[in-house]
């Protein structure tokens, strides 16, 4: 498989934005027989650059990443990133992951400080890294990963000092050596301007890929938006709260909204579309379709 930073570099000079598509673990085994068997190779036909999936905050999903990686980067010939994140893991057990990830022919690592399990609060481990800007300087100090980072557009829900503040904090991690950031969602395409413009006057030249989520349920993104705080603006949810239970006219308006913040982020210049799929492909498909990128 390739460096995303090769891919993208490749698709940059062709003039086209470079689309990737977010999984996450499985819990079931029908799940992933459904993944494997019709949600993947329904996406397939979007013909995506890369893909990437989640690690989760504990528990028996985590093993899982860097097998479904493989198996995507195998069976579908997709170049696929792992995230990996500080949770729990001393230095040497993320040293052990990353052996692992290279035997396994993964290249591309999304370094993240990661989410505590539901209920508890961020803890460093014990002989483990406190901020993902520590993971980046592992990676490069060992080698053989392209790494990528997240970065916040409205700031880290966790950073008490501000949006000003995180995006600081944001430079500096992108400084220890990254490739590629991938946002966190966001509703109002002038979060990511902001964050755009600000990364470009700290003279960072990796690319920013906007994360988009195609909404599927407003209990599900108003539940999201609160745990990853990203805002929701009030004609959304306006609109969201006039469709009810109409489940099928809440995806209609996901796709609409989503369709309309893609088309002015490519034309304002963001260097791709990453979307968190949520394991589904259907919105995903109409949106590039819209776009005249399906
Ligand atoms: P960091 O960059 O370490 O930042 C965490 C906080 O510390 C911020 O408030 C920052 O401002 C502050 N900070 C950073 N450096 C310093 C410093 N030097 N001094 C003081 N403060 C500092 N979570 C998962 O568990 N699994 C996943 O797979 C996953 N995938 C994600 C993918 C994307 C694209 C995004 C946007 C998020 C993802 N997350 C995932 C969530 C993410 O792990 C959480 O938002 C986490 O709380 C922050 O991670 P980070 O890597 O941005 O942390």
């Not at 028996?60 to 729990?88: G, P």
């Not at 481990?125 to 409205?154: C, D, T």
Request: proline residues 4%; glycine residues 12%; aromatic residues 10%.
């Amino acid at each position: 498989m390739r460096f995303i930073r090769d891919i993208h570099a490749e698709k940059e000079a062709t003039g086209k934005p470079t689309i990737s598509f977010e999984f996450f673990p499985f819990k079931t085994s029908e799940g992933e027989e459904t993944f494997f068997d019709k949600t993947l190779p329904a996406l397939m036909t979007a013909r995506p650059d890369y893909a990437s999936v989640t690690y989760g905050a504990g528990g028996s999903t985590r093993e899982k990443t860097l097998e479904i990686v493989e198996r995507i980067q195998n069976d579908f010939d997709l170049t696929t990133m792992a995230h990996l994140t500080c949770v729990r893991h001393t230095q040497a057990e993320i040293g052990g992951i990353l052996d692992e990830a290279a035997q396994r022919g993964i290249q591309n690592i999304l370094a993240l400080r990661g989410d505590p399990p539901p209920g508890e609060e961020w803890a460093q481990a014990k002989g483990g890294f406190e901020y993902a800007s520590e993971l980046v300087s592992f990676l490069r100090e060992r080698g053989g990963f392209g790494v990528g980072v997240a970065g916040f557009p409205e700031g880290h829900i966790d950073c008490s000092e501000g949006r000003d503040v995180d995006w600081h904090h944001l430079v500096g991690k992108i400084n220890s050596g990254v490739d590629l950031i991938i946002t966190q969602m966001f509703f109002d395409n002038a979060d990511y301007f902001q964050l755009a413009d600000f990364l470009g006057g700290q003279g960072v030249s990796a690319p920013l890929f906007p994360g988009i989520i195609p909404v599927a349920s407003a209990a599900q993104i108003k539940k999201f938006s609160t745990m990853c705080g990203a805002t929701l603006p009030n004609k959304f949810v306006s609109r969201l709260d006039s469709l009810g239970d109409d489940a099928e006219a809440v995806r209609e308006y996901g796709i609409e909204y989503a369709t309309g913040q893609c088309r002015e982020l490519l034309e304002r210049g963001a260097p791709g579309l990453h979307f968190y799929t949520l394991n589904k492909s259907k919105s995903v498909l109409r949106i590039l379709d819209n776009l005249g990128l399906g």
